[in-house]
């Protein structure tokens, strides 16, 4: 067995291919959603069920998976969750019929919940603090290559075949994901020791999250940001390739530029908390994803051509290269003995709020863009205002 510690840059490698089963799963199949529609005989708000069935699912198992990780060990529950999602995704290649393909969308989401509270849970046993922030933001950087490529990769997939070969190719990689975790990643961890507490504590462990007010502050952050970005995921092939009537390879590249626009904060962030506080990226960052929303209603109302619209686009979803990675690092802060438990209630509440809001987008848009917007916009302009006193909250907390 290999003993040699894993250092920051590949441990960021292994859990960044780990966090990229959710926007694989998630943006993989976007280019194949008319396709998908005409197949199964329903209307593109149809096939975006899928996609809503599939968060909520995401988030609200990640409530069952983040204490079972802090009492059994992050490698089991690692592990169940990539088996059950490499099974879901395999039968979900197979549906015949609309219910059947959402019904094997939230046993995926089930898996993906267990693989994704994981993720945090072994960052937060690792390290803490600047560090947390720092390795988190590394963990996004690698993973941003999954969310770049996923339109791209089900574009080439569905040139060669037909749909199902984007969900088969998603059972392929967690089963090899598995593998690899296996061979490199957990005999290289230092071993957590085990929990050996009542099994009851499962459930009240979350009361001291929840009445933790400072983490419950990141914790409705994260979920209205994420709310943002997933409305604009959730329709971002109507916007596009309906909308504007965009080719499926315009469709890619436009997508894969919010990704790059994340990268791009994600680099810069890393040299920021050298100088700032995670905290204080944070709230400026918020504020400035709401300039962005901003400009985005503006750019609606008046009719705006693609691009003006893409720009404000890409403004906004960028900025999340930086939130993203501080906010999660402020949000388990203060729980370095339950990090799981901390990870699945951001998790839980992340995907499970941004899953009913999309799926309230969908209703509301009726075809229109301007909808869409006001949607994204309530979110944001509802982040900031927990951004606003963020760094004050922190400060009283850590000196009381």
């Given amino acids: 067995m290999n003993t040699t510690p894993l250092s920051h840059f590949q441990l960021a490698i292994l859990l960044g291919m780990t966090v990229a089963l959710g926007p694989l799963a998630l943006d993989a199949y976007l280019p194949a959603f008319p396709e998908i529609a005409d197949e199964l005989g329903v209307g593109h708000g149809g096939v975006g069920l899928t996609l809503s069935a599939y968060v909520g699912a995401l988030g609200l198992a990640q409530l069952l998976g983040g204490p079972l990780s802090d009492r059994y060990g992050r490698q089991q529950i690692l592990f169940a969750g990539l088996a059950v ?66 339109p791209s990769i089900g574009s080439s997939l569905l040139y060669f075949s037909e749909w199902h070969s984007i969900f088969l190719m998603l059972s392929v990689y967690a089963a090899l994901l598995a593998v690899v975790l296996h061979l490199v990643l957990f005999r290289r961890l230092p071993a957590r020791p085990k929990v050996q507490t009542p099994v009851s ?12 007010r400072v983490t419950m502050r990141f914790v409705g952050l994260q979920a209205l940001c994420f709310s943002a970005m997933l409305v604009f995921i959730t329709h971002a092939s109507f916007i596009y390739q ?54 985005l209603i503006i750019c609606a109302w008046a009719g705006a051509p693609y691009w003006g619209i893409a720009a404000c686009i890409i403004a906004a979803v960028g900025f999340m290269g930086a939130i993203i990675p501080n906010n999660m690092a402020n949000a388990l802060e203060f ?38 917007v006001l949607v994204m916009a309530v979110c944001v302009f509802g982040a900031a205002i927990l951004a606003a006193g963020g760094p004050g909250a922190v400060e009283r907390e850590s000196q009381a």
């Fill in 335 to 372: 729980f370095p003995h339950l990090g799981g438990t901390a990870a699945a209630m951001l998790g839980a509440a992340q995907f499970t709020i941004a899953g009913a809001i999309s799926a309230l987008s969908a209703t509301l848009a009726g075809g229109t863009l301007l909808p869409i």
């Fill in 201 to 212: 504590t499962l459930v009240t462990n979350y009361g001291l999250v929840l009445r933790h």
């Fill in 85 to 150: 999602f490499a099974c879901a995704a395999f039968m979900v290649a197979q549906a015949q019929t609309l219910p059947d393909m959402l019904g094997w969308r939230i046993v995926q989401g089930i898996g993906g919940a267990f693989c994704a509270v994981s993720v945090p849970a072994i960052v937060r046993d690792q390290t803490s603090g600047q560090d947390a922030a720092r390795l988190f933001g590394l963990i996004g950087l690698v993973m941003f290559i999954a969310p770049a490529a996923a």
């Fill in 242 to 295: 309906e909308w504007f009537g965009l080719s499926n390879a315009m469709f890619s590249g436009l997508f894969a530029a919010n990704i790059v626009a994340m990268a791009s904060m994600n680099l810069l962030n890393r040299r920021l908390l050298n100088s700032f506080k995670s905290v204080q990226v944070l709230r400026t960052c918020v504020f400035l994803q709401a300039v962005a929303v901003s400009a």
